[in-house]
C-alpha cells in the first residue's frame, strides 16, 4: 500500500469512526426516551393494581411519543444504512447538492453542538461528479469543520454549489476574514490526499471571507 492510499485509509476510518459515533449517540437518546416512557408506564400499571384508574390522556400521549421515538430511529437507521452504502463504489456519478444536503443532516447533530448554522443553496439543475461518494462526503466533512473553525459562533455560513466553466464548485462564504483564514483550518486540506482522489483543488478567497472546491470537468 502506498503512502497516500495508507492515509486515505486511515482518514477514511477515522471519518466512518466519528460519523458513526454521532449515529449511535443519536439512537442512545432515542431509546432513553422510550425506556423513560416505559418507565412511566411501569408506575401506572403499579398504580392501577391499587386501585387507581389509568389516565387515558397521559396513555395516549405517552404512545405518541413512543410512536415519534420510533419513527425518528427509523429515519437514523436509514441515513445510517445510506451512509454505509456510500463506500459501495470506487467511482459512479454523485450529485453534490444531493451530497451536501445529506452531510449536513448527517452532521446536524454535530454541528448544533457547535452553534453553527449553514445557509445551503442547491442549483435548480443537479450538478453532478463523477467521484468516490465515500470521499466525496469525507471532503465536504472536512470544509465544514474548516468553516465552523473559521467562523464565530452561531454565524450563518452561506454554501452553494455552481458550475464554473462546466466545472462543478463548491462555494463556502461568510466565514471570518482573518490572518488565520489561510494558515489555520484550511492548511491541512490544500494538499490533502482526498483532494487527489477527488481530482478537485482548493481556492481560497481571504479577502472575501470565501473558499472554493472545483472538481474535474469529466
Not at 34 to 47: K, R, S, T, W, Y
Not at 139 to 153: E, F, N, S, T
Not at 201 to 212: N, Q, S
Request: charged share 25%.
Amino acid at each position: 500500500m502506498t503512502e497516500e492510499k495508507h492515509t486515505l485509509a486511515l482518514d477514511g476510518a477515522q471519518f466512518f469512526g466519528e460519523m458513526t459515533a454521532s449515529i449511535s449517540h443519536e439512537i442512545k437518546n432515542v431509546m432513553a426516551i422510550i425506556n423513560e416512557n416505559a418507565g412511566l408506564l411501569e408506575d401506572m400499571v403499579a398504580m392501577n393494581r391499587q386501585g387507581v384508574p389509568f389516565p387515558a390522556e397521559r396513555i395516549d400521549k405517552l404512545a405518541r411519543s413512543v410512536a415519534r421515538q420510533i419513527a425518528r430511529a427509523d429515519e437514523i437507521n436509514q441515513t445510517m444504512n445510506r451512509f454505509a452504502h456510500s463506500a459501495d463504489h470506487a467511482r459512479e456519478t454523485v450529485d453534490v447538492g444531493e451530497t451536501i444536503q445529506f452531510m449536513l443532516n448527517l452532521t446536524s447533530r454535530l454541528t448544533m453542538m457547535q452553534g453553527a448554522s449553514f445557509d445551503f443553496s442547491a442549483s435548480e439543475k443537479p450538478v453532478t461528479t463523477a467521484a468516490n461518494r465515500f470521499f466525496l462526503a469525507y471532503l465536504i466533512w472536512r470544509c465544514l469543520v474548516a468553516a465552523m473553525d473559521m467562523c464565530h459562533a452561531e454565524k450563518s455560513i452561506r454554501i452553494r454549489v455552481v458550475i464554473t466553466k462546466n466545472s462543478p464548485c463548491l462555494v463556502f462564504s461568510g466565514v471570518d476574514r482573518d490572518a488565520a483564514f489561510s494558515a489555520g483550518a484550511l492548511s491541512a486540506l490544500e494538499d490533502s490526499d482526498v483532494l487527489r482522489l477527488l481530482d478537485a483543488r482548493l481556492v481560497l478567497h481571504p479577502e472575501k471571507g470565501e473558499f472554493r472546491v472545483f472538481f474535474s470537468k469529466k
